[in-house]
């Protein structure tokens, strides 16, 4: 199976800084990356498919990049809206395995 | 617009069996792949199962492999996942998700979730 290392684990951060989560791949997953958003007692949404590709309708404060094993999402001037779990996945072969997830808090 | 709703969750025994299944509208059914992913409470995301198109191909978690089915009815656009002989270990919120039209396997619509506990 493909593992997925996602880093840091948690977040503290302030609104209107930038911040970036990485995530890396146990073996080469191409571009077959995304990123979810999480907020509590809601579905994941997601945020950036294909390592890169901005969802419809996703701010694009939200980009991401990397391809291989190792893979970033960024996130410019952050909005009290934006403190939730981010995930990625991979979708390269099944089991399709997400990371653990980062909580970003407000500092 | 694309629509998935979960039911079928609840409280049942270890040992026991149910049935969860989602009802998608707004797109043409027949046409996607469907997964089930979980989340156990407190936990990150979780992928269970993939079924294609068309039903001839499946895929299963470790985990779940050999008690969970994934089955779909194309004619009335339904998803389900028999789960039998349930552990402590599979009380989650159980989505359905589609992927997207790119061919990268992404979830790009869920459905709210049905939450599945096991418990004596």
């Known amino acids: 199976d493909i593992q997925m290392i996602q880093s840091p684990s948690s977040l503290s951060a302030s609104v209107g800084d930038r911040v970036t989560i990485t995530c890396r791949a146990s073996q080469s997953i191409t571009t077959y990356l995304s990123w979810y958003q999480q907020k509590p007692g809601e579905a994941p949404k997601v945020l950036i498919y294909a390592a890169s590709s901005l969802q419809s309708g996703v701010p694009s404060k939200f980009s991401g990049s990397g391809s291989g094993t190792d893979f970033t999402l960024t996130i410019s001037s952050l909005q009290p809206e934006d403190f939730a779990t981010y995930y990625c996945?991979?979708?390269?072969?099944?089991?399709?395995?997400f990371g653990q997830g980062t909580k970003l808090e407000i500092k | 617009q694309v629509q998935l709703v979960e039911s079928g969750g609840g409280v049942v025994q270890p040992g026991r069996s149910l049935r969860l299944s989602c009802a998608a509208s707004g797109f043409t059914f027949s046409n996607y792949a469907m997964h089930w992913v979980r989340q156990a409470p407190g936990k990150g995301l979780e992928w269970v199962a993939v079924i294609s198109f068309d039903g001839s191909n499946r895929y299963y978690t470790d985990s779940v492999k050999g008690r969970f089915t994934i089955s779909r009815d194309n004619s009335n656009s339904m998803l389900y996942l028999e789960m039998n002989s349930l552990r402590g270990e599979d009380t989650a919120v159980y989505y359905c998700a589609r992927v997207g039209t790119d061919g990268y396997n992404y979830f790009h619509y869920w459905g709210q979730g049905t939450l599945v506990t096991v418990s004596s």
């Open positions: 996945q991979q979708s390269s072969r099944t089991p399709y395995t």
